[in-house]
């Protein structure tokens, strides 16, 4: 079940009360990351907690220090730290900086088993299998363009779906989506940030997500050949090959879409919306699926006015799509 949910009110007392202390003793560590003490600071949890409560039963041992160990994740992509959970944990628990800004004592810091008990209910799926069959790099290639959608219709039959009331947001993500939205985007949208939130221009875009882990696995077999066609062990199992159009070449993992708004008074970009996806994934197939989510999220609580995309999103699905929605679609013609 789930346990003691601090209130970030208290969190903050309790931090600011560590930093002081450390600062007192050693004023440096706190200046190198004041960025991450301002994060931490205005970061609140505490809309989030009744979205946990379907995760844990209503018996057994109380789960606590759960808005501590999602502090402690965010902590460790900030700083960029590498080297696994478990070296983490035993650096974040002796750096007193670090412990302040997760909002515990160095001697209550939450364990790695803590922190991957915390990972697999954040995600909603399955953990796939790491054993697989090798990973082939294709050799096809293709300069500028994107790479072709695998099924023929796919973005057509993803819209069908979309307006006959189908919102996607059975997503391993899902959560994700939700802490995202009222941690940040919301609050946002409150502070004027977003502009006019009913009124939104929204540009919807993928970036390569390179995955550091070895596309060609670690072999399972007594094979004396280098290149057998046995299965291999994979540490990033969902991670594929995709054509980066950039810069003309393949990558080994995934591919991050955004859907962004531009307040032009402001002349800043904020993403509302963020999803990782195959790296072979065209962005015409993902764009459907994340509008159709993000306006399933934000219902009565932002409108999209304008959708601003790229050329590979000149289709007629789309825009039969965002024509149903009252979403005026600015998007290049491609050369064809």
């Known amino acids: 079940m789930l346990g003691v949910w601090r209130s970030h009110s208290d969190y903050q007392h309790f931090m600011v009360a560590l930093v002081n202390r450390e600062f007192k003793r050693n004023p440096k560590s706190i200046k190198n990351h004041e960025a991450e003490i301002l994060k931490m600071y205005h970061l609140n949890l505490d809309n989030v907690r009744d979205d946990f409560l379907p995760l844990f039963s209503v018996t057994g041992r109380p789960s606590n220090c759960q808005p501590e160990v999602l502090r402690s994740l965010l902590l460790m992509s900030s700083v960029r730290f590498v080297g696994g959970i478990d070296k983490w944990v035993s650096h974040a628990a002796a750096t007193p900086v670090l412990y302040a800004l997760v909002g515990v004592a160095p001697d209550a810091f939450p364990g790695a088993s803590t922190h991957r008990d915390f990972i697999a209910r954040l995600w909603q799926a399955d953990t796939p ?26 973005v057509a039959a993803l819209v069908k779906k979309a307006l006959s009331g189908e919102t996607f947001k059975e997503l391993p ?3 994700l989506q939700t802490i995202f939205m009222k941690t940040a985007v919301v609050p946002s949208a409150v502070m004027g940030l977003l502009g006019n939130p009913m009124t939104l221009t929204i540009a919807g875009d993928g970036t390569c997500i390179e995955s550091n882990a070895s596309p060609f696995g670690k072999k399972t077999c007594d094979c004396t050949m280098r290149k057998c066609g046995c299965p291999r062990s994979y540490s990033d199992p969902l ?21 962004s708004v531009h307040n032009r008074v402001l002349s800043s970009d904020l993403p509302i919306y963020m999803k990782f996806v195959q790296a072979s994934r065209n962005d015409s197939v993902t764009a459907i699926t994340a509008l159709a989510h993000a306006r399933y999220l934000y219902k009565d609580i932002l409108g999209f006015d304008t959708f601003v995309a790229d050329a590979i999103h000149d289709n007629y699905p789309t825009y039969d799509l965002c024509n149903s929605w009252g979403i005026k679609p600015v998007i290049p013609l491609r050369e064809r």
Do not use: C, M
């Open 239 to 259: 991670a594929t090959w995709g054509w980066d159009s950039h810069n003309e070449r393949y990558f080994y993992g995934y591919t991050g879409y955004l859907l």
């Open 129 to 154: 299998s790491q054993i697989k069959r090798p990973r082939v790099k294709p050799k096809d290639r293709h300069g500028k363009s994107k790479l072709p959608n695998r099924r023929t219709g796919i």
């Open 173 to 175: 993500e899902r959560l």
